[in-house]
Every structure is written in C-alpha cells, then in structure tokens.
C-alpha cells in the first residue's frame, strides 16, 4: 500500500500469507531441529533451516510479485 487508500486485495491476501508463513516457517524448523534436541548443533540446524526456507520464501515472493 502506498498510503493512497485502501490496500488491493491482492497485496491484503499476500499480506495474510505472509503473517501465516511466518509461524509456520517457525514451527518447521524447529520440528527439524527435534532430533538434535539438547545438543549443542540444535541451534545451528534452527537457524540454517530458518534461512534456507526464508531464501525459498524470497524466491516464492520474487515470482510472485512479479506477475502483478
């Protein structure tokens, strides 16, 4: 939004879905860090994971803005 009125429907949906992605983003890493749990790599697979998926996100959004 550009501050000219009300948001598009298009930018209020990706805004949703972004807010959703967020925590799903969240809880997908840390269901992948399980396996490490209390090890001292825990924290490293987090955040590589966090990484990786924001880079796709990224890439997703990239594509996506794009075509509109």
């Known amino acids: 939004q550009t501050g000219h009125g ?3 429907p298009v ?3 990706l805004r949703e879905a ?3 992605w967020i925590p799903f983003r969240d809880k997908a890493c840390a269901l992948e860090a399980q396996p ?3 090890g ?3 924290s490293q697979v987090v955040l590589m994971c966090l990484e990786r998926l924001t880079l796709a996100r990224t890439a997703d959004l990239r594509i996506f803005t794009s075509e509109y």
């Open 11 to 13: 930018e209020l949906t």
């Open 36 to 38: 490490y749990w209390g």
């Open 40 to 42: 001292s790599i825990m």
């Open 18 to 20: 972004q807010r959703a």
């Open 6 to 8: 009300p948001a598009h």
